[in-house]
Each structure stands twice: as structure tokens, then as C-alpha cells.
T-cell receptor
């Protein structure tokens, strides 16, 4: 069975603080993909990153970084020097292979950045 | 660059009424999906399609029907709306990436349709 757990329902930080959003997944597939999406107050879902299970390299994109650890089944997301525009709901998702139908989402973490 | 477009963006229905949500994508993606988003529950898959003329049930298919007569369009129908179908509906599309093992990769989402059934 596939499952994604985002234990943090809501997080509030003061602007310029760093914040890490946790994502823990469960899967029996040996090949799978992990994703992060951002849902700002306007409601659309914005794709942030895709990572396949064979690539455990950490990724950095500007203020965003992702830490993928297969040993702990985690794919955590860190925002450095947070900004008000980072306020959104963030979803972690998992897809197995072949995976046409099984993109499983966590319940999301609502991040509020206080100016 | 339209991407995935959903029509309409908002709708209010009375219990028992029917309606169709239209999703159109211009990225030539093989796969299309309908999700619903409810507070505290993330996104749940209603129906999906792996190609023109094919559809399949997802996690929460009851009360919905779909059709994919053209590759670029995926329609979601509610035959007899119920208050439990009040939700935000998202359409998405995705593709197989041969450069990444041929797996089905990220989903590209439309802007969502907020449906209220009273």
C-alpha cells in the first residue's frame, strides 16, 4: 500500500526564519517518485519538484531544498529565509511504477509566514 | 501556454441536478485525472484515463462518471448531485518520461472548480 504522511498540519514562522516541512512515505515499490506541490491562497497547485527513488541526491533551488532519505522513508522540504509569499499549503505526493493511477497525496501542511 | 484548463471555475447546484465539468489540456499528455480536494483530506482520485477512449475508477468514484472522447479533453459528470459532493475539483494531466525510466511523472493541474451542492 502507498501512503504519505505529513504530520505537521499547520506551521507558523516569522519572516526570514528557516522552516522544514516533513514528509514520510510508505511503499512496497522499489521504483517510485516523490513530489512536492505548493497551493497558494489563490488555490492552484504548483509543481515544485520530482525525485525518483534511485536519486538520493539532495536538491537545492534558490531558497528551497529537499532532503531525500530512503533509510527513513522521508522527503523533507526546507525553506530558507522564509518570505510572506511562501505562505501556502504544501503537499507531498508519491507515485509508484508503472503508476498511471496511483499518485497519492499527503494531507498537506499549511505554512504561514508572519511579516 | 494554457496548460490544463477547467470549466467552469465556480458552480452552485441544487441537490439532484446534473452537471458536467470540462477539462482541456494542450500538452498532448496521455494521462488525465480528476481529483477532489476536501479540507484535511488532501486530494483524492475520482477517475482517471490512460488514453483516448479509456477510463478507470480511482479511490472515490461513486456518484461520478467520466468520458475521454478526445485525447485533449476529460469530462467529469455528476448525474444527481448530492451535498456530499460539495468540494473543489481538480483536473490534471501527466506523461511518461522516457528519460526517467518511462515512469508516469508529475501531474500538471488545472486551476480547480469550486462546486457547492445545496
Amino acid at each position: 500500500a502507498q501512503k504519505v504522511t505529513q504530520a505537521q498540519t499547520e506551521i507558523s514562522v516569522v519572516e526570514k526564519e528557516d522552516v522544514t516541512l516533513d514528509c514520510v512515505y510508505e511503499t512496497r515499490d522499489t521504483t517510485y517518485y516523490l513530489f512536492w506541490y505548493k497551493q497558494p491562497p489563490s488555490g492552484e497547485l504548483v509543481f515544485l519538484i520530482r525525485r525518483n527513488s534511485f536519486d538520493e541526491q539532495n536538491e537545492i533551488s534558490g531558497r528551497y531544498s529537499w532532503n531525500f532519505q530512503k533509510s527513513t522513508s522521508s522527503f523533507n522540504f526546507t525553506i530558507t529565509a522564509s518570505q510572506v509569499v511562501d505562505s501556502a499549503v504544501y503537499f507531498c505526493a508519491l507515485r509508484g511504477v508503472p503508476g498511471a493511477n496511483n499518485l497519492f497525496f499527503g494531507t498537506g501542511t499549511r505554512l504561514t509566514v508572519i511579516p | 501556454n494554457a496548460g490544463v484548463t477547467q470549466t467552469p471555475k465556480f458552480r452552485v447546484l441544487k441537490t439532484g441536478q446534473s452537471m458536467t465539468l470540462l477539462c482541456a489540456q494542450d500538452m498532448n499528455h496521455e494521462y488525465m485525472y480528476w481529483y477532489r480536494q476536501d479540507p484535511g483530506m488532501g486530494l483524492r482520485l475520482i477517475h482517471y484515463s490512460v488514453g483516448e477512449g479509456t477510463t478507470a475508477k480511482g479511490e472515490v468514484p461513486d456518484g461520478y462518471n467520466v468520458s475521454r472522447l478526445k485525447k485533449q479533453n476529460f469530462l467529469l459528470g455528476l448525474e444527481s448531485a448530492a451535498p456530499s459532493q460539495t468540494s473543489v475539483y481538480f483536473c490534471a494531466s501527466s506523461y511518461s518520461d522516457p528519460q526517467d525510466g518511462g515512469g508516469v511523472t508529475e501531474a500538471f493541474f488545472g486551476q480547480g472548480t469550486r462546486l457547492t451542492v445545496v
